[in-house]
Structure formats: structure tokens, C-alpha cells
């Protein structure tokens, strides 16, 4: 009796050991340079965020490890699309970027798995799931972008204010002038009509987003379009993330950036997808990217606010000093987009 119950004791623990490594198997790996050493080995990953981002770091993790990569960029809500159909049989190992209602909901759906990155603790409590299924790397809000020249020679003289939020945009000469992403495949756009949702409540965001919509000329597949669309010209006016138009603008191109009062926002994470292919690599690449070293190499190609507590903030990213909605809940949006996308489907 005393065995059965001692055998039965061991077994406890071993699993509570198994349990609390959030699924971080044993890898049999050297470290030269403070980086583990993966010549050999490889890694897959569905990238969200933008290209600079997404090739930028992949390419620095394999110059620090050796390890090679494949990446496929795509927006966002079709990246969870493919990562749902490939369920059983998983084809990439980590997703990348994208909104973080989207990480979400592959938390919720079971399509991805919790790991405690060795930086855990270094990540802001408010930029990480509390159970480990997503870390965040960085945050930006959405923002207006205004094409400065077109505006000055098209419509300053009118003696139309330049748009400051969203209550401006329904102006009707802006009618076929606006560019912004499809909600349907895109998160940024998605984040706009959450968001908009919880901080105006159910009829005030109808009314704003039907009068949005009517004005928009033309919706984009992702995210960071928009930014260069209103960049070269194309259109006046764009809506999207602040990060791609500041990239934009450091591309040369003359746009002004407004975020709206109480603008929603996003967190830039990373996931280690259900039983990827290249097993615990995945847990690797994200230890690198919430390093500090990634961190601060992210402040200069995305424009972002890193979520690390430990990397000095730009004035001009400062979260804390933003007008936005630093309530938004990105589970609750998670929750709701059936029902959203539904709503916006019906707008016209």
C-alpha cells in the first residue's frame, strides 16, 4: 500500500514538473555568445506584423544561432484561417504580430500552446497573457493619416479643419477619399470597430462606422497599405496603425499623423502554434524576440513602443502619454468578432 501510494506520489510531481515547464521540452543545445547554437535546425513562422519587422528578426536570429528559416507573410485574419485549417497537422511553429485579439482567440480555439518565455518577467504584466499563450514585443495605436500636400492645395483653403478623430471623417467631401483595411482580413481594421464598440457602446459606433464606411474608397487586404496609399497621394486620408505611417514618412513621403480621442490599440505578440513542426525552436525564437537586444533593434525599424520595462521610450511612442483607451480589452474583442463582423457586414 505504502509503494502504490509512493509510485502514485511521483507520478504527481513528475507532471506538475511537465506542467510547469509550459511545455519547454529539453533541447540538447550548446550557447556560444550568449546564443544558443542551432546550425541544423530550422523554423516556420506565419508572419502578421510587417514585412521589415518580420524579415528583420528572423534574419538576426539565424546571423546570432544559425538557425534557417521560412516565413510567409499574410494579414492577420487570414493567418489564424490557415493556422485553424492546418490544426492537425501543423505547418509552422510560431505566429508573429497581427492584433492581439487574434492571438486570442487562437488561445481560445486551442491553436496554440503556452510557453513562459525566460524574459517573461521582463514584459510590462499589461503586454503578456497572464497564462502564457501570447507575449507581447510591442504596442502602437491606431492613428488618422493625412496626405500634408494634397491637403494643403486641395482642401486648407476651404476652411475645413484637418481631421483630428474619427467624428471628422464623415465630413462629406472626404467621400471616396479615405483608405483603410477590410476588417475582414485585416486586424488593424478590426481593432478600429472593437474598439470604437467599447469605448462608445453599441449605437454611438454604429452611427460613426456606417458614416466611415460610406466615405471609404477603397479597403486594403492588410494593414500597412493604407499608410503608403496616402503617402504617394492616392488618397487624402488613411486609417491604420501609427507605426506604418511613421515608417512612411521616414520613407520621405509628407503625411501627418492624428490619433483620435480614446483611439484603440494593439499589441504586436508572438505564439507558439500547437504542435509546430520544429518543436521547442519555437520556444527559442521567442526568448530572442522579448530580448532586450530585440527590443531596442525594434525601436528602430517598426516605430513601436516596446513592451520590455527596461528600454528607454521614445517621447513621441510614449503609451502613457497617449489620449487612447488604455481599457480596451482585447479578450472581449477576441470574443465578439463573429458578431461584429456581422454588424459591419449589415452597414450601409
Known amino acids: 500500500m505504502k509503494l502504490k501510494k509512493y509510485i502514485c506520489f511521483i507520478f504527481i510531481v513528475v507532471t506538475l514538473l511537465n506542467t510547469t515547464s509550459c511545455?519547454?521540452?529539453?533541447?540538447?543545445?550548446?550557447?556560444?555568445?550568449?546564443?544558443?547554437?542551432?546550425?541544423?535546425?530550422h523554423l516556420v513562422v506565419y508572419v502578421a506584423s510587417?514585412?521589415?519587422?518580420?524579415?528583420?528578426?528572423?534574419?538576426?536570429?539565424?546571423?546570432?544561432?544559425?538557425?534557417?528559416?521560412?516565413?510567409?507573410?499574410?494579414?492577420t485574419e487570414k493567418g489564424v484561417e490557415r493556422v485553424r485549417l492546418e490544426k492537425k497537422y501543423p505547418k509552422a511553429d510560431i505566429f508573429m504580430g497581427g492584433s492581439c485579439d487574434a492571438?486570442?482567440?487562437?488561445?481560445?480555439?486551442?491553436?496554440?500552446?503556452r510557453y513562459i518565455s525566460e524574459n517573461y518577467s521582463e514584459i510590462q504584466e499589461q503586454y503578456?497573457?497572464?497564462?502564457?499563450?501570447?507575449?507581447?514585443?510591442?504596442?502602437?495605436?491606431?492613428?488618422?493619416?493625412?496626405?500634408?500636400?494634397?491637403?494643403e492645395k486641395e482642401f486648407a483653403l476651404k476652411g475645413i479643419k484637418i481631421p483630428k478623430n474619427y467624428e471628422d471623417l464623415l465630413n462629406p467631401i472626404y467621400k471616396g477619399e479615405i483608405v483603410m483595411p477590410d476588417p475582414?482580413?485585416?486586424?488593424?481594421?478590426?481593432?478600429?470597430?472593437?474598439?470604437?464598440?467599447?469605448?462608445?457602446?453599441?449605437?454611438?459606433?454604429?452611427?460613426?462606422?456606417k458614416g466611415i464606411k460610406s466615405n471609404v474608397g477603397k479597403f486594403t487586404i492588410n494593414?500597412?497599405?493604407?499608410?503608403?496609399?496616402?503617402?504617394?497621394?492616392?488618397?487624402?486620408?488613411?486609417?491604420n496603425f501609427l507605426g506604418d505611417q511613421l515608417l512612411v514618412k521616414k520613407s520621405g513621403f509628407n503625411i501627418i499623423s492624428n490619433i483620435p480621442n480614446n483611439a484603440g490599440w494593439n499589441i504586436d505578440a508572438v505564439s507558439k502554434i500547437k504542435n509546430g513542426p520544429n518543436g521547442d525552436i519555437g520556444n527559442l525564437f521567442i526568448d530572442f524576440c522579448t530580448s532586450k537586444e530585440v527590443g531596442n533593434t525594434l525601436k528602430k525599424i517598426s516605430m513601436g513602443m516596446p513592451t520590455r520595462s527596461d528600454i528607454k521610450i521614445k517621447e513621441?511612442?510614449?503609451?502613457?502619454?497617449?489620449?487612447?483607451?488604455?481599457?480596451?480589452?482585447?479578450?472581449?474583442?477576441?470574443?465578439?468578432?463573429?458578431?461584429?463582423?456581422?454588424?459591419?457586414?449589415?452597414?450601409?
Open 128 to 151: 503578456k497573457d497572464k497564462k502564457g499563450y501570447w507575449t507581447g514585443i510591442e504596442i502602437e495605436p491606431l492613428s488618422i493619416a493625412i496626405n500634408k500636400d494634397r491637403w
Open 316 to 348: 513621441n511612442m510614449d503609451f502613457y502619454k497617449l489620449n487612447i483607451y488604455k481599457e480596451y480589452d482585447f479578450t472581449e474583442a477576441g470574443n465578439k468578432r463573429e458578431d461584429l463582423m456581422k454588424i459591419w457586414d449589415n452597414l450601409n
Open 23 to 41: 511545455g519547454k521540452k529539453s533541447l540538447n543545445i550548446t550557447y556560444k555568445n550568449g546564443y544558443p547554437d542551432l546550425k541544423g535546425k
Open 184 to 209: 475582414k482580413t485585416s486586424g488593424t481594421a478590426y481593432t478600429m470597430i472593437a474598439s470604437l464598440m467599447q469605448t462608445l457602446g453599441k449605437n454611438k459606433a454604429l452611427r460613426l462606422l
Open 223 to 239: 494593414g500597412y497599405t493604407p499608410a503608403q496609399k496616402v503617402g504617394t497621394g492616392e488618397y487624402l486620408i488613411g486609417i
Open 103 to 113: 492571438h486570442e482567440m487562437m488561445k481560445e480555439e486551442k491553436l496554440s500552446e
Open 50 to 75: 510587417r514585412d521589415e519587422v518580420g524579415k528583420s528578426l528572423l534574419e538576426l536570429f539565424k546571423e546570432k544561432t544559425g538557425c534557417t528559416y521560412e516565413y510567409m507573410r499574410m494579414p
